[in-house]
Nanobody, 123 residues
Framework: QVQLQESGPGLVKPEQTLSLTCTVSGASIPYYWHWIRQPPGRGLEWMGVISYSGSTYYNPSLKIRTSIARDTAKNQFTLQLLSVTPEDTAVYYC??????????????????WGQGTQVTVSS
């Protein structure tokens, strides 16, 4: 079974770039790799996905600030979120799905989730 682990800084200053990495293990078949976040007191928000071939799809509300990339040699995929504000404070999750799904925020829609990493945007 595929396992995911998020990593990155827990504190980012406003206007800086948030960069997170998801390390993948146990993926014996191609997956789609997602980033999803949950701000405090709010529901899950799907941010985007990258396919095993490198195609990307983004939440329209975040598209201009979001970039997802993959490093197959390292079994990792990454998230960059530009020009962050305190509203970007959230727990950030990476997730995997066997099929292409867009915009879904129900946990059992996905085949695997990371444990999540807290990111706080503050000066």
């Amino acid at each position: 079974q595929v396992q995911l682990q998020e990593s990155g800084p827990g504190l980012v200053k406003p206007e800086q770039t948030l960069s997170l990495t998801c390390t993948v293990s146990g993926a014996s078949i191609p997956y789609y790799w997602h980033w999803i976040r949950q701000p405090p007191g709010r529901g899950l928000e799907w941010m985007g996905v990258i396919s095993y071939s490198g195609s990307t799809y983004y939440n329209p509300s975040l598209k201009i600030r979001t970039s997802i990339a993959r490093d197959t040699a390292k079994n990792q995929f990454t998230l960059q979120l530009l020009s962050v504000t305190p509203e970007d404070t959230a727990v950030y999750y990476c997730a995997a799905s066997k099929a292409l799904i867009l915009g879904q925020t129900t946990k059992n829609t996905y085949d695997s989730w990371g444990q999540g990493t807290q990111v706080t945007v503050s000066s």
